[in-house]
């Protein structure tokens, strides 16, 4: 037995072969992947190395290169260089369309793309289907009622009911293109898989047309090679219909199938579509001119003008502005921009102008990364599927056999004509046990759920992280942006000797109208909440890791830490005591000095988000462990965690400390998932059994994390949780079903019923069944995407750490 995972399909002719993960490559004639460094077969053809699993297929290609490097003709053009993939063995990876060796299945484009509206093997099957379908129709007609159809006479010729012997031939012409023009892409798989000895659902599918049609064409062409007892209603009984419907149903079933199939890339085209069509570039001479963002290139200048869409990844050149990343991060607060500073390419300009200088494009871009992800996701196998694709080759090959054995038993021991229902119920055991419905039983599920679950912000890496997720007992968070809003509040303001709260946050205020900064915003707020009037300010200055001072209808104030109070020589040190005590509940105290003398404190903290509660007491409930790990002091991180009765907090803790608790906690037996928000969490992402991404969209963290919540809060995570007990359930419920389908269609068609109640199948219901159960199978999975669980948005949360003030 070849195993799916040793093979891959043939790659695009003349160009090098696709390098496998494990540094395999293609062999250009066999398909068999080999390693360079291990095979003794090489070969060189216009200066491209080629690499053999055995040197028959060396001397092959040597002997005859334009036979296996020339380009075949192909239903699609593919796009240079595009890499098409099975949707069910995502190991099979070629340049440009074709067919998997292993199930038949048409290869997709392993990165869709907006233009991909239209599925050329969905189109091909439709036209098939629709062309032939009346033929199938008339030919059922004919073979069931055709001697009860109303007698017809024109002159002396009698139109209808036909002669049975010109019945038959008439069949036969009508049958013809249906079965070897619209069934012929079924008779190509089936004949790819024995080649490749992996039986699959076409190969029934193939044997049992071929069969029913071979016979019936040998029974009208040389009907006297059959024994009397063959012969009904004047003829030697033949089966064309059954042929034909078996081959409009089978296509039927295929095209629901593609339909339900194209919705999975929804998501991914919605991702697509964030980022901008065009880009300004400025040209070296001053120009300006709108280039496509296919044309944009690594150091182009771009301008970004107010409102529109960052169009890539880059670093601003010239220019200010505020820019709106919660499509992709989260953050709520537009993030400031100025010279320096990196941008995200398809977020949102604010009100200003900017040129920015192109840094990653194309796949490069974290948009692309994010896509990256779903295609990722939907493409992998599940343990479970790898498990279902085993099951199914042997059954495969024991419904071959059991098909062998019913031909044989029947015509041997069955009532007459013996042979005829020998070669019906054969065919029937062929067509309804085909294992389509057993193969998409988990892919089906994997792609619906990945693909529902990004629109919500949930984008999971791959398969396997779906099964792990459920099975999660320990959860280490960090504190800002996940357990808090990641957006500062007021909280209170202490006056000292000499001034009153009012004239403390009416001058704060007043100071921090000039400012930008986050904590600056929370302190206007509120004094615009309580409606009060802004007085001028002159001077204003931001002093690095410190504060803000200016003059404020002529009074010299100053806003900041305790660093600052000492260089204005107003000693804090007997308000300690109060800032520490706001410290401890979580919130950043900063001093206000006028006239370089200390006129109080005002209070502004990270406020725990609403549903961080709520959230935590369901995965509580859920039997989940929470752990707190932040780089922020132990005091505030002990604020938060008693707040919300986590069960373990560690404050001040490094990037390796965090991977040591992870590994920690595993040695003690927990299952654990590691939720961060940046490169410092890379190492304990990457160590837990499941990492969570919090959506800064870092390369480094979604590169370590299994999981990334895009726009999540904590109920992002357990939201990743139920999507994970939802989609192995549904993948349960379809396998379950599959296997329970063709343990009672096999014996079924067999005809074990016969002796006792004299019931057999039609070739022609099986092929119905077989429809009904991969369709069934299907739409099982795409409840996925109307369950609450995975389909109902939440509210958007700020995912990344607060930016910090500088007064602490």
Known sequence: MNSPSSHDHH??????????????????????????????????????PFHFCSERCRAKLVADPERYLTPQDEPEVAQPGAIYTCPMHPEVRQQGPGNCPFCGMALEPEMPSLEDDDNPELRDFSRRFWWTLPLTVVTLVLAMFGQYLPRVVLGDVQILPLSIDVQTWVELVLTTPVVLWAGWPFFERCVQSIRNRSPNMFTLIGIGVAAAFGYSLVATLAPGLFPPSFTEHGRISVYYEAAAVIVSLTLLGQMLELRARSKTSAAIKGLLGLAPKEARRVNADGTEEDIPLTHVHVGDHLRVRP??????????????????????????????????????????????????RAAKVGSDTV????????????????????????????????????????????????????????????????IIACPCALGLATPMSIMVATGKAAQVGVLFRDAEAIEHMRRIDTLIVDKTGTLTEGRPAFKEVVAFEGFDADQVLHLAASLDQGSEHPLAD??????????????????????????????????????????????????????????????REGASAMFLAVDGR????????????????AAINELHAAGLRIIMATGDGLTTARAVATE?????????????DKAELVQRLKREGRRVAMAGDGINDAPALAAADVGIAMGTG?????????????????????????????????????LTFAFVYNALGVPLAAGVLYPAFGILLSPMVAALAMSVSSVSVVTNALRLSGSTVVATPHPDRADEPARGHSCH
């Open 598 to 613: 200390l006129a109080g404190l005002i209070a502004v903290a990270d406020p725990i988000k609403a549903s961080a509660a």
């Open 698 to 734: 870092t390369d480094v963290a979604m590169s370590s994390a299994q999981i990334t919540l895009v726009k999540g809060d904590l109920r992002g995570i357990l939201r990743a949780r139920k999507i994970s007990q939802a989609t192995v359930a549904n993948m349960k419920q379809n």
């Open 644 to 656: 919300l009765g986590l069960d373990e907090v560690h404050g001040e803790v490094r990037p390796e």
């Open 367 to 430: 948009l692309s990364q994010i896509v990256q992800l779903v295609a990722q996701a939907q493409r992998a196998r599940a343990p479970m599927q790898r498990m279902a694709d085993t099951v199914a080759y042997w059954f495969v090959l024991a419904v071959l056999a059991i098909a062998v054995a019913t031909f044989f038993i029947w015509g041997f021991f069955g009532p007459e004509p013996a042979w005829t229902f020998a070669i019906l119920n054969a065919v029937s055991v062929l």
């Open 11 to 48: 790659h695009s002719a003349g160009a090098a072969p696709v390098e496998a993960a494990d540094g395999r490559v293609t062999d250009p004639v066999c398909g068999m992947q080999v390693d360079p460094a291990t095979t003794q077969h090489h070969a060189t053809h216009a200066d491209t």
């Open 522 to 583: 929370a302190i206007v707020a509120e004094a615009r909440r309580r409606n009060f009037e802004f007085d001028r300010v002159e001077d204003f200055d931001s002093v690095t890791g410190m504060g803000v001072r200016g003059t404020v209808a002529g009074r010299a104030l100053a806003l900041g830490n305790t660093a600052l109070m000492d260089d204005l020589g107003a000693d804090p040190g007997a308000h300690v005591d109060v800032a520490e005590r706001l410290r």
């Open 307 to 356: 409102g529109e869409k960052l169009p890539v990844d880059g670093e601003v050149v010239e220019g200010r502005s505020r820019v709106d990343e919660s499509m992709l991060t989260g953050e709520p607060i537009p993030v400031e921009k100025t010279t320096g500073d990196q941008v995200i390419g398809a977020t949102q300009n604010g009100t200003g102008a900017l040129v920015i």
